[in-house]
């Protein structure tokens, strides 16, 4: 089995649970790398390549991880479950981005500067 690649992540996610009114449903995880992933392709509109670049992986990985990340989603909106973002594995959190994405580093060093 081939190693991880460590994921880079530039996005802390400050809400870690969503939740439905039901309590007793069944929760989804989701890894942050597909946070990640999903939010550099779905939210800030990135090619895969691009997305993959700058999380350092391959592009069939952020192809795999979006899937993923859309399919958790999915089945917490369609039968109610809980949704819970969890640190995943070989993540390493960037403090110091210079990637050019629009992730929470960035947005706080512009907030700064101005």
Do not use: W
């Not at 996610?13 to 989701?30: G, L, P, T, W, Y």
């Not at 090619?47 to 592009?59: D, H, L, T």
Request: glycine content about 6%; hydrophobic content about 40%; proline content about 3%.
């Amino acid at each position: 089995m081939k190693g991880r690649t460590t994921r880079n992540i530039c996005f802390a996610i400050e809400n870690r649970k969503f939740s439905c009114q039901d309590v007793s449903k069944a929760s989804v995880v989701i890894p942050s790398d597909q946070m990640e992933a999903l939010r550099l392709v779905d939210v800030e509109g990135k090619s895969q390549i691009e997305a993959a670049a700058i999380m350092g992986i391959s592009r069939g990985t952020i192809q795999r991880l979006c899937i993923k990340a859309r399919k958790a989603i999915a089945t917490s909106l369609i039968y109610g479950y809980d949704i819970v973002i969890l640190p995943g594995e070989a993540v390493a959190i960037r403090n110091h981005c210079h990637q050019p994405c629009m992730c929470q580093h960035r947005k706080e060093r512009m907030n700064h500067e101005q």
